[in-house]
């Protein structure tokens, strides 16, 4: 994987658009704000990209389609897409695991009786989610 990653990053890598191993990205620089999909994609040692390292989804794999164009189809797919903050969950049990996290949103939504977040993101996900199904 070294040798790909060292390709890609000799192709793309620039100030505004980082490629790196994900187990050498500073999680420091998330900030409580995930950006899946939109600050970061994941791409895997099959070529699938992913919009995060927690969602399974395929969006594309980089091997048929060119690296930008995947880029862009993911951008487009979350564009819009709010992450769980304190307006929407800070009543909810769950607010401590989902805070500004799109992945564990999805993931604990089933959790609750009432996720506010989904219900109020549920259109623009769905994109998303209908990509996934
Ligand atoms: S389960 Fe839903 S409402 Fe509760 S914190 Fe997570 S995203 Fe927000």
Redesign the pocket.
């Known amino acids: 994987m070294r040798p790909l990653i060292e390709r890609l990053k000799s192709k793309f890598d620039t100030d505004d658009f980082r490629i790196e191993a994900l187990e050498t990205h500073d999680l420091s620089t998330i900030d409580h704000a995930c950006g899946t999909g939109i600050k970061m994609m994941v791409i895997d040692p099959d070529f699938n990209a992913r919009p995060c390292p927690m969602l399974m989804c395929k969006l594309g794999n980089v091997i048929d389609e060119p690296l930008m164009a995947v880029v862009r189809k993911t951008n487009t797919l979350m564009k819009g897409v709010s992450t769980?903050c304190e307006a929407?969950?800070g009543q909810?049990?769950?607010?401590s695991?989902?805070?500004g996290y799109i992945a564990?949103?999805l993931t604990?939504?089933d959790?609750?009786s009432?996720?506010?977040?989904?219900e109020m993101q549920e259109k623009r996900i769905q994109r998303l989610l209908d990509v996934v199904a």
């Open positions: 769980p929407t969950c909810c049990s769950n607010f695991a989902c805070r564990a949103a604990n939504r959790s609750t009432n996720c506010l977040w989904f």
